[in-house]
């Protein structure tokens, strides 16, 4: 696996690469909101969802249906372009060819009740979980963009002694947790040395 980013902080050699093994976030994740999919060529959003998209003649007929069987709180169209990778947004892309709708994104009444424990459904926590929505289409997306990283550290001695996988976009949060990481093992080797010499 190559690396995408290679840096030395206290003498120890951070290695950022690709997260190429995964899982979905739609299987791996506790999401708020369901994502309803349909393409001939990909396998795309949440299964056992109960939709078909055979049974409906429009976007328009299948919204209807989501809205009315699942007591939608809100609902947002996904779009997908499809150029040399996937990408998916709720606010659609500019190119006519190579993209368009290929489902929904939806969150329902009953889930925002049992996730926020509320009764009542104020316009506030609405907010919020439309917020959380949107982060679910973006971690989504992010997934199927590849946008993943992980860390490998290598100590002085140029020998593996920590990893850790799976942050989502930038890899610079990736960047500043292996340095938290090596932060803490500088200091618990200097805990080590400090408390052999006391004993020695």
């Not at 190119?95 to 009542?120: A, L, M, N, T």
Request: proline content about 3%.
């Amino acid at each position: 696996m190559h690396d995408v980013h290679t840096e030395v902080y206290k003498d120890h050699t951070i290695h950022i690469q690709p997260d190429d093994i995964n899982e979905s976030p739609r299987t791996s994740m506790d999401n708020l909101a369901t994502i309803v999919c349909f393409h001939k060529r990909y396998n795309l959003g949440d299964t056992g969802h109960g939709f078909h998209f055979e049974d409906y003649n429009s976007w328009e007929e299948l919204e209807k249906a989501i809205r009315k069987q699942e007591d939608v709180a809100a609902i947002l169209p996904i779009y997908m372009y499809d150029h040399s990778g996937l990408t998916i947004n709720t606010t659609g892309f500019s190119c006519p060819w190579d993209s368009g709708q290929i489902g929904f994104v939806f969150i329902s009444k009953k889930k925002i009740r049992e996730d926020y424990k509320v009764k009542h459904i104020s316009p506030k926590i609405l907010k919020q979980a439309i917020k959380v929505m949107q982060g679910e289409i973006e971690t989504y997306d992010q997934y199927l963009r590849g946008d993943i990283y992980g860390y490998i550290i290598d100590g002085p001695d140029e020998e593996n002694i920590d990893s850790c996988w799976g942050f989502y976009g930038d890899y610079d949060y990736c960047i500043t947790e292996a340095k938290s990481m090596i932060d803490y093992i500088v200091k618990e080797v200097e805990i080590e040395k400090n408390q052999l010499q006391l004993s020695a």
